[in-house]
């Protein structure tokens, strides 16, 4: 069974407006963790936030936050105002405990268009 | 720090050929994975590395895939008889050992396309 479900394949956006990327995970461990990587154009994955499973608190960093809901197991991330150079492959994943948080699972990704 | 690096960056091979990528580490990482990713899909855990020991594998990883870290640095990932299902992109990365939850360090990745 697919652990992350980002249902979202490909979203574009005008510039300036608000965008929300959604993420549903789904896992026995009570105890996990919670990721969001950016992938640009040139490839490299880039490290967002990571959230902890006890940690519901909902997390602002600039342009960018987090709504993190265990109640519906969802990680949602919204970029305020979008930059022409938001533009990128988005990926939401989750790391368990069971795996001693060796073992990273993947979303397949949302694509976000962001046009001037 | 040149963080992650991964050489070739591309290869293109005919089916049925032997291929080797190599992962050099932030230097002062002693955790390293490999990854698979496909076109439009998220990347797939293949193996990982404490130190020199492979700790876990991935069901995906067929008999023609092995891995090596020898001396706990850089890491290799050969693939033997190539098919054409195994073209993707490899990526690998790193961590901290003490930060064990935390971030992974990507590389650019290696392409590889098996013709």
């Known amino acids: 069974a697919q652990k992350v479900t980002q249902a979202q394949t490909e979203i574009s956006v005008v510039e300036k407006e608000d965008v929300t990327l959604d993420c549903v995970y789904e896992?026995?461990?009570?105890?996990?963790?919670l990721f969001w990587y950016k992938q640009p154009p040139s490839g490299e994955l880039v490290f967002l936030i990571r959230?902890?499973?006890?940690?519901?608190q909902n997390e602002i960093s600039g342009r960018y936050s987090w709504n993190f809901q265990k109640s519906t197991s969802s990680f949602n991330f919204t970029i305020t105002a979008s930059q022409v150079v938001d533009s990128a492959v988005y990926f939401c994943?989750?790391?368990?405990?069971?795996?001693?948080?060796?073992?990273?699972?993947f979303g397949s990704g949302t694509k976000l268009n962001v046009k001037p | 720090d040149t963080g992650v690096s991964q050489n070739p960056r591309h290869k293109i091979t005919k089916r049925g050929q032997n291929v080797t990528f190599r992962c050099d580490p932030i230097?002062?990482?002693?955790?390293l994975y490999w990854y698979r990713q496909t076109l439009g899909q998220g990347p797939e855990f293949l193996t990982y590395?404490?130190?020199?020991?492979?700790?876990?594998k991935s069901r995906l990883l067929s008999d023609r895939f092995s891995a090596e870290r020898p001396k706990g640095s850089f890491s290799t990932l050969e693939i033997q008889r190539t098919e054409q299902g195994d073209s993707a992109m490899y990526l690998c990365?790193?961590?901290?050992?003490?930060?064990?939850?935390?971030?992974?360090?990507f590389g650019e990745g290696s392409r590889l396309t098996v013709l």
């Open positions: 990365a790193s961590s901290y050992a003490s930060q064990s939850t935390g971030e992974l360090f």
């Open positions: 896992t026995r461990d009570t105890t996990y963790y």
């Open positions: 959230r902890n499973s006890f940690d519901e």
């Open positions: 994943a989750l790391s368990e405990a069971e795996d001693n948080f060796n073992k990273f699972y």
């Open positions: 230097s002062e990482h002693n955790r």
């Open positions: 590395f404490q130190n020199e020991a492979q700790l876990e």
